[in-house]
């Protein structure tokens, strides 16, 4: 089945930075729409940025902007989060999810049909 694997949580300062990866198997990534959310304790799972097929179109949710870049190689079967100025309001369990291109939204959990476990990031203050 799909496999979506985040990797490069950890913990980090606020100001600091960290670039989170994931990596695809088993769908034919190019076709995909990839997205990346976070959910902090007690709180609903929120959209952070998302990036279409080919790349050349990316969406952020307005608390990331200008602070967190997304990127994907489709080579590689890799979506990446590079994440700069952290705030400890960033704080949360983020995750990876696939959704097959052609869909209206990127914005919602409910558009997307693969997720990854999640990993941890922490920015202490």
């Known amino acids: 089945q799909v496999q979506l694997v985040e990797t490069g949580g950890g913990l980090v300062q606020a100001g600091g930075s960290l670039r989170l990866s994931c990596a695809a198997s088993?769908?034919?990534?190019?076709?995909?729409?990839m997205g990346w959310f976070r959910q902090a304790p007690g709180e609903e799972r929120e959209f952070v940025a998302a990036?279409?097929?080919?790349?050349?179109?990316?969406y952020y949710a307005d608390s990331v902007k200008r602070r967190f870049t997304i990127s994907r190689d489709n080579a590689k079967n890799t979506v990446n989060l590079q994440m700069n100025s952290l705030k400890p309001e960033d704080t949360a369990v983020y995750y990876c999810?696939?959704?097959?291109?052609?869909?209206?939204?990127?914005?919602?959990?409910?558009?997307?049909?693969?997720w990854g476990q999640g990993t941890q990031v922490t920015v202490s203050s």
């Open positions: 990036i279409s097929w080919s790349g050349s179109s990316t």
């Open positions: 088993r769908l034919t990534f190019s076709l995909y729409t």
């Open positions: 999810a696939a959704q097959l291109t052609g869909g209206s939204s990127y914005y919602y959990t409910s558009d997307y049909k693969y």
